[in-house]
């Protein structure tokens, strides 16, 4: 009895299938949008902060993250009041946020145990999305790292070793003197560097900068609603956030400062 054959052509297909399941195996399926938010407090400047909500939505980004000070804080009897102040502005525009805990956010146990419930997750924590992946870390009031926060550092990245790209946020920038004198030596940047982490982010100084070193981009956030310590925009010292799109592999920032009559609406733009 003769075997029946299958069509060349449904053959041919099988194989082209084949083919493209091997060349998209290694490749990244990303293609989102955020936004990165800088300080809002250490002195509110009243209406910026509505104002970058405002100029974001032309963006429409699947997430916001920002780097810390969303309240101005200090005070455990006021701080949830604080919180729910900002819920109309965060209501209007429905974007799913993720928080990292600055110096004005949690000062005390209380206070943390209140950013926790307000923001949805724990002081310190990973998260991924599509390939990508975050770890947001918890430093408002340690200078450094602790090694607490090294050690889940470390398991986090371990976790999640095989994505691309790799971002790490916290609130104060320690790393901005070793990094500015082209020092590698710090356990931090030994850490990240093993496992491929891209981009550093925080916060904390209201102004903008951006350094690189052994391939590791280090950002902090300019101030989006803190008071400016500084002038000029080429210095970093202007009110905005960083638009982030991630194609592929490819991270691409835009820095944007909000437009008149609190900034000018200029912008500078990265890619890697």
Known sequence: MRKKRRPIVFIALLVLAGIAGIQGAGESRNDFR?????DRTGDVV?????????????FSPNFVI????????????TAVAEWRALHPIWDKYKRVQYFTPGNHDIWSAASRKIFEQQTG???FYGFNYQDAHFTVLDNS?????????????????E????????FVLFHKPFWLLP???RSSDFPFHRLIKKYGVRYVIGGHGHQYKRLE??????????SSGGKLKGTGFSGGWFFGQIFTRVKGSKVEMTVKEIDAPLGQGRSVKWEE
Do not use: C
Request: negative net charge; charged residues 25%; proline residues 3%.
């Open 46 to 58: 009243p209406q910026v902060y509505e104002r970058v909500w405002k100029e974001m939505q032309q």
């Open 66 to 77: 920002n780097v810390g000070d969303t309240i101005q804080g200090g005070n455990d009897a």
């Open 34 to 38: 955020f936004s990165i938010l800088g």
């Open 141 to 157: 009031q340690t200078e450094n790292l602790s090694e607490e926060q090294m050690a889940f550092l470390a398991r986090d990245l």
């Open 213 to 222: 070193q052994d391939g590791v981009v280090y950002i902090e956030a300019g």
């Open 179 to 181: 990094v500015m004198f």
């Open 159 to 166: 976790a999640n070793k095989n994505r691309d790209p790799k």
């Open 121 to 123: 997750h724990r002081a």
